[in-house]
């Protein structure tokens, strides 16, 4: 399975912003997916997380009412619509998919939010 995340860059508080992750690859044995991000200095944490049939399974409180997971199947790709951002939204973001006895990870994307 092969991740691949676009969408990141630099925008103001209250901006919104899509990130995506296309997924390629031994898609069928992915249960779940999700998104992580990892601020300097932090550790990496969920944002949110989608089952392989497009089921929501939790937000970090954090973003709740801000950010939409997603999941296009038949496009092979994971959105994140991240909505009303902040400062302390910014990091690294990361795709994320598990399938039995395997985790896989995208390279990243940088998400700055200046005040």
């Known amino acids: 399975v092969q991740l691949v995340e676009s969408g990141g860059g630099l925008v103001q508080t209250g901006d919104s912003l899509r990130l995506s992750c296309a997924v390629s690859g031994s898609t069928f044995a992915i249960s779940t997916m999700g998104w992580y991000r990892q601020a300097p200095g932090k550790q990496r944490e969920l944002v949110a997380a989608?089952?392989?049939?497009?089921?929501?399974?939790n937000y970090a409180d954090s973003v709740k009412g801000r950010f939409t997971i997603s999941r296009d199947k038949a496009r092979n790709t994971m959105y994140l619509q991240m909505t009303s951002l902040k400062p302390e939204d910014t990091a690294v973001y990361y795709c994320?998919?598990?399938?039995?006895?395997?985790?896989?990870w995208g390279q990243g994307t940088q998400v700055t939010v200046s005040s």
């Open positions: 994320n998919a598990a399938a039995v006895n395997e985790n896989y």
């Open positions: 989608i089952t392989s049939g497009g089921i929501v399974l």
